[in-house]
């Protein structure tokens, strides 16, 4: 079966443990798990320096072209992000944007984000953001409000809620937005919580995300082989629903 992660990541973040966070060992791994395709930002982009992160990403998707494809960080607190970003999509190997409302500190809806979104759905690209339930910055209404403003943009909601509270609305939302998709990874995520996102959104609204390299790619995959699914709705999960996205692109 092919595998397909759609949330990963490369690089060191100050207060997980990575023991390696380079582009190699990632490939190393996913070699070992049948992971045919990681769908990566940088850390570095994603925290401190946006553009150096973003320049990194690229050197690392030339290296690993085939087995490694990016999404550009877009940092709305800088005045230079969208020019940035328009060119960063015609890079080899970038299919969308990662963004960050906990970071930033920045409520998706805001509307310091629309140069992101309205330069991914004019390049017909992916957006992949961090959700999480309960703040202020990227709950899962927050996805419900701007997915509707950009219908044929794919929007994934990284974490689907994050906390186990988050799932449900998470669900509620991508009910009523049919461009939102819902991603796997977090500690929180148990096979119990799989199959309900199952249930109430359906397999073909939900993609395998690992948050390698924050997360063990093992762990998260794990969790989706071992759940007590519908074969057709894993292989969905696994890879169905991210190679109809990746197809999708312009």
Not at 230 to 249: C, N, P, S, V, Y
């Amino acid at each position: 079966m092919t595998v397909i992660d759609a949330h990963g990541h490369l690089g060191r973040w100050s207060d997980f443990a990575i023991p390696d966070g380079s582009a190699r060992s990632l490939v190393d791994v996913m070699d070992r798990c049948g992971v045919a395709i990681a769908c990566v930002s940088h850390l570095l982009a994603v925290g401190p320096d946006a553009r150096a992160g973003n320049a990194l990403l690229l050197t690392d998707l030339a290296q690993h072209s085939g087995r490694l494809l990016g999404y550009a960080v877009f940092n709305p607190h800088d005045p230079q992000a969208p020019a940035r970003l328009r060119d960063l999509m015609d890079a080899p190997g970038v299919i969308g944007v990662k963004l960050h409302p906990e970071v930033h500190e920045l409520p998706l809806d805001h509307p310091a984000y629309a140069p992101a979104f309205d330069i991914a759905a004019d390049r017909g690209r992916i957006v992949l953001a961090h959700s999480q339930h309960a703040s202020a910055f990227s709950d899962p209404v927050r996805f419900a409000a701007v997915a509707p403003r950009y219908p044929e943009l794919p929007l994934l909601m990284g974490h689907s809620g994050l906390w186990t509270s988050g799932f449900a609305p998470a669900a509620e939302a991508a009910a009523h937005c049919p461009n939102l998709v819902l991603e796997t990874c977090g500690t929180r995520m148990t096979t119990r919580h799989l199959l309900r996102l199952v249930a109430e959104a359906g397999a073909e609204r939900i993609v395998f995300g690992s948050d390698a390299v924050f997360l063990d790619l093992r762990v998260g995959l794990g969790r989706v082989l071992l759940a007590d699914l519908d074969e057709t709705d894993r292989a969905q999960i696994l890879h169905g629903t991210m190679d109809r996205l990746l197809k999708g692109l312009r």
